[in-house]
């Protein structure tokens, strides 16, 4: 347990003290479930160890997401890294993650939070975009737990800040690089996404398609969506769209699972001049320095971490300033200027 208390890890995983003293104790009673909730709170205060120190005040943000593992891996990394000398407050996240799901999924666990009070001192949220979710976060926000929509926005929420890219500067971004670099002013685009309820990729698309008819309207666009970013899925509906010996000038791939998505490509024949993906993570990285995708579009997560922890603490008052939306720039990588802190890591 490295010495954390009972009521350090009940508060962690939103279990009882009893029920994780049952669950330290090997003592009958505790669920499987109950029994991973206290493993991953063990294992999230023991990575957030460092961030653990005395200060003049403890908050709890939970982490709400619905994205592939491959992605909230890359977030929950780029949040923790800011925790680790945050200051004038020690700040200590709770992760809800899930690759896919429901609104109502969604909505219920922002409901749990809700009930629990005054154990959130805020939430961080990527979530879908959707009446019930706004209904869900007002909620939070009567009782005084803010939120922070964190690289997807929640239209009409009562959150108080976003932290994210600019997505339609990175839409008419791609437009610009596909017809650019796909060198022809007649052909289709295909348009990936992972799910069509995510306002930053319903943005980007829509940035995409309408930059493309100004600039090159001879190319058409196939768009896929609703497979949550996951590669089987991905690869069933790109799959399905194509056909044996497509003629693609591009891709631009806004929501994921790129070698999914290329793996459909080859075995249906298909060589796009140009793709174009989003996000540096580890996937996206080895597909640039072996030259099989051309180009990202990347914006620094780290960045956006902290801003959502800036505004959380402005709300709070233990930052100067009131709570902003920042949204971050988006940037063109290749594989010759992939930033240096991933090089650095090994990760390129």
Known sequence: MRGHRIA????????????????????????????????QAIAELDRQAGALRLAARSLVLDVVMQAPTRFSGEVRDALEAQLTGLRPAAVRARFHLRESGTVEDVVSTLEGIGRRGRTSHGVLLKV??????????????????????????????????????????????????IHRWGG????????????????????????FVD?????????????VSD???????????VTAELGTGDDLVGVYSVGGA????????????????VFVGHDLDP????????????????????????SALRAVLQHHGL????????????HVVTRYNVPARMRRSGRA
Do not use: C, W
């Open 227 to 237: 497979a949550d970013g996951l590669d089987a899925a991905t690869a069933d509906v």
């Open 319 to 330: 930052a100067p300033g009131a709570p902003t939306s920042m949204a971050s720039g988006v």
């Open 211 to 223: 930059q493309l008819a100004r600039d090159a309207p001879g190319l058409s666009v196939r768009r």
């Open 8 to 39: 350090d890890i009940a508060e962690q995983s939103g279990l009882s003290a009893a029920t994780v003293d049952r669950v330290l104790h090997g003592r009958p009673g505790a669920s499987p479930r109950a029994v991973r909730a206290v493993e």
């Open 184 to 207: 022809r002013e007649a052909g289709a685009v295909l348009v990936t996404l992972s799910r069509s309820s995510f306002v930053g990729e319903r943005t980007r698309a829509e940035a």
């Open 283 to 306: 996937d996206n990285l080895e597909l640039l320095r072996t030259g099989e995708i051309g180009v990202v579009l990347h914006h620094d997560l780290h960045e956006d971490a902290r």
């Open 258 to 273: 790129n070698r999914a998505i290329l793996a459909s490509l080859r075995a249906k024949g298909v060589a796009p001049s």
């Open 128 to 177: 879908p975009d959707d009446p019930a979710v706004a209904g869900a976060i007002a909620a939070l926000a009567g009782r005084g737990i803010p939120a922070v929509t964190l690289v997807t926005d929640v239209s009409g929420s009562a959150r108080i800040a976003y932290a994210g890219p600019d997505h339609e500067s990175a839409g008419r971004t791609a437009a610009h690089l």
